[in-house]
Structures are given as C-alpha cells and as structure tokens.
Nanobody, 116 residues
Framework: QVQLVESGGGLVQAGGSLRLSCVASGSILSINAMGWYRRAPGKQRELVASISRGLSTNYADSVKGRFTISRDNTKNTVYLQMNSLKPEDTAVYHC??????????WGQGTQVTVSS
C-alpha cells in the first residue's frame, strides 16, 4: 500500500499563489506516475495535473499556463505550484499515485479556497 499526505492548502485571494506538497510512503517502488485531482462542490472530480517517473507532465486545459507539477524522487514528494489562482480553482485537492491505473491511492486532501 501507499500512504499519501498532502499539505499547503489554504485561503488566498484571486491572483495569488499556493504550493501544495504531497509526501508518499509505503510501497514507493510501485509508484510510477503521480497526480493531483480536485473536487469542487457540485462538480465532477478533475485530474488537474500528472507527472511520470521520467518527469513527463500533463495538465487539464483549465490550469495550463498557471499550474506546474513537479516531483522530487529522492524525497518521494510531488508538488503543485498554483499561480494566478481564480475563484473557480476552489476545491479539495487530492494527491494520487498512478492516477487512472488499476491500483490508485489517494491522500486525504487539502482545501484550497480562492476568494474574489
């Protein structure tokens, strides 16, 4: 099993920035890709960004140019730098190991609230 612990959420004004972190532990060798999902009230879950072990990245259209995903394999940590935040970015953000794969683990989530 994989344990994921997120941190870094909070309240920020529109146009501001936040950086989320996620530390993985447990069966680390089973992790290839890492990703960040978000779930906003009344909306479907959205895969915001993902990054492979080789550092290839993918982003949802809604965050391209504003969010940057990165990972430090030596620290078993994945980051999500969020710039130019908008009120519609308000959601609970979850870290995921091997997003979309047959065995996927999620963290408990961290709340991001963007005020207008």
């Amino acid at each position: 099993q994989v344990q994921l612990v997120e941190s870094g959420g909070g309240l920020v004004q529109a146009g501001g920035s936040l950086r989320l972190s996620c530390v993985a532990s447990g069966s680390i060798l089973s992790i290839n890709a890492m990703g960040w999902y978000r779930r906003a009230p009344g909306k479907q879950r959205e895969l915001v960004a993902s990054i492979s072990r080789g550092l290839s990245t993918n982003y949802a259209d809604s965050v391209k140019g504003r969010f940057t995903i990165s990972r430090d394999n030596t620290k078993n940590t994945v980051y999500l730098q969020m710039n130019s935040l908008k009120p519609e970015d308000t959601a609970v953000y979850h870290c995921s190991s091997n997003p979309g794969g047959p065995v996927e683990y999620w963290g408990q989530g961290t709340q991001v609230t963007v005020s207008s």
